[in-house]
DNA sequence: ATCCAGTTGG
DNA sequence: CCAACCGGAT
């Protein structure tokens, strides 16, 4: 949940350096942070940057985390989604990505790079919202906690790997059926 | 449309 | 050197 929040707009092997800062400190739960004068967290966070912003966020998350009784109280709520969208700095994709990956349900994790690649592909347009795309993606899937998972760091791989936005098509897997592939370069 | 901000890989 | 980074709020 805490890697969530830090990597918005944010390359995770920032995040990953914040995220061992916390360890470090052991302050890696919700407690700590809440604990800690501002300045500190700040400067523990710092990598992932963002820090002054973020660190507002991870405090008022942790409010709520605990408010609701952790993952298992979050899990519980009527509707989890609305909850953590309700929050400060807490958007579409940081809410899923929690849903995801730290309480194991079967949302469709939605980012930059997944309409970059499809839209390029031709197979949604270019100016598609958060909400539109994952319908799609989940109208089309099993709602299955491990499938979404792995199709989703799927996506983010291709993206670093390929499809950035100076694309490397050259020796993208995908060249065969994409509308936007550049032939040379 | 802008701002937030440090870090990394090419 | 600089493009790019698993967004969100205003």
Redo the contacts with the bound molecule.
């Keep these: 949940m805490v890697g969530a929040i830090l990597?918005?707009?944010?390359?995770?092997?920032?995040v990953e350096?914040a995220i061992f800062n916390l360890k470090q400190a052991d302050a890696l739960h919700a407690e700590a942070i809440l604990d800690m004068d501002n300045a500190r967290l700040r400067e523990l966070i710092?990598?992932s940057?963002?820090?002054?912003?973020?660190a507002d966020r991870l405090k008022l998350f942790c409010t709520f985390y605990l408010r609701h009784g952790k993952e298992n109280g979050l899990k519980k709520l009527p509707n989890p989604r609305a909850e953590l969208l309700a929050?400060?700095?807490?958007?579409?994709?940081?809410?899923d990505?929690i849903l995801l990956y730290a309480l194991q349900m079967p949302v469709f994790?939605v980012?930059?790079?997944t309409r970059r690649i499809f839209s390029r592909l031709g197979l949604i347009s270019a100016d598609i919202d958060y909400t539109a795309t994952q319908t799609l993606f989940m109208n089309h899937l099993p709602a299955d906690v491990l499938l979404f998972n792995t199709y989703?760091?799927l996506i983010?791989e291709h993206?670093?790997r390929h499809c950035?936005?100076?694309p490397d098509c050259a020796t993208c897997p995908l060249l065969c059926c994409c509308d936007s592939a550049i032939s040379n370069s």
């Design positions: 990597t918005q707009n944010t390359n995770w092997k920032n350096k710092r990598p940057g963002f820090f002054n912003q973020k929050q400060k700095g807490i958007g579409p994709e940081t809410a990505s994790v980012d930059a790079y989703h760091a983010v993206a670093k950035r936005v100076k």
